[in-house]
T-cell receptor, first 114, second 112 residues
Framework: AQTVTQSQPEMSVQEAETVTLSCTYDTSENNYYLFWYKQPPSRQMILVIR??????QNATENRFSVNFQKAAKSFSLKISDSQLGDTAMYFCAFFGAGSYQLTFGKGTKLSVIP | DGGITQSPKYLFRKEGQNVTLSCEQN?????MYWYRQDPGQGLRLIYYSQIVNDFQKGDIAEGYSVSREKKESFPLTVTSAQKNPTAFYLCASIDRMYNEQFFGPGTRLTVL
């Protein structure tokens, strides 16, 4: 079974600053995908960024980027130039191509302070 | 517009009653999922279905049941056997090309 650990229950960052959210995972699968989802107060789950495990290059999406360390099983999310709209719960998630299931961490509540 | 719809948005249930949560998708996705979200717990998998007329239990299936008679629909029934059903329920489907899950807006179930 896969496990996903987010060690920071809450974080805060000043507007326009940079923040990094941590995520580690444990798996025996070789073919998998990693995701960061954002859940604002509306509770709609929104995909932020995805990473295929077979790709060495770290994924980027505008102000969002990841640091994927496959050997260390680490998948952190960096948010640059933080904006008030980034305030939300952030969930790290693992999808195993063999298990066909998405496993979530418990989330990090991020607050962006004006 | 393609997407996932869930209804109702809010649902109230008396103890001992069964209730059914609706989930419909028009994304032509084969696989669909049901998650439960409690404060501080993240999302936990209840049931999932990879094809019509087939489904598998997730981590917390006890007290829940599902059906998958149509590709577009994956309703979840919360039975009276579920001891603590008050939670936020999310339905999702998966795009197999990118293994990306798309989520519905959720249903908040409260037991009175």
């Amino acid at each position: 079974a896969q496990t996903v650990t987010q060690s920071q229950p809450e974080m805060s960052v000043q507007e326009a600053e940079t923040v990094t959210l941590s995520c580690t995972y444990d798996t025996s699968e070789n073919n998998y995908y990693l995701f960061w989802y954002k859940q604002p107060p509306s509770r709609q789950m929104i995909l932020v960024i995805r990473q295929e495990a077979y790709k060495q290059q770290n994924a980027t999406e505008n102000r969002f980027s990841v640091n994927f360390q496959k050997a260390a099983k680490s998948f952190s999310l960096k948010i640059s130039d933080s904006q008030l709209g980034d305030t939300a719960m952030y969930f790290c998630a693992f999808f195993g191509a063999g298990s066909y299931q998405l496993t979530f961490g418990k989330g990090t509540k991020l607050s962006v302070i004006p | 517009d393609g997407g996932i719809t869930q209804s109702p948005k809010y649902l109230f249930r008396k103890e001992g009653q069964n209730v059914t949560l609706s989930c419909e998708q028009n994304l032509n996705h084969d696989a669909m999922y049901w998650y439960r979200q409690d404060p501080g717990q993240g999302l936990r998998l209840i049931y999932y279905s990879q094809i019509v007329n087939d489904f598998q239990k997730g981590d917390i299936a006890e007290g829940y049941s599902v059906s998958r008679e149509k590709k577009e629909s994956f309703p979840l029934t919360v039975t009276s056997a579920q001891k603590n059903p008050t939670a936020f329920y999310l339905c999702a489907s998966i795009d197999r090309m990118y293994n990306e899950q798309f989520f519905g807006p959720g249903t908040r179930l409260t037991v009175l």
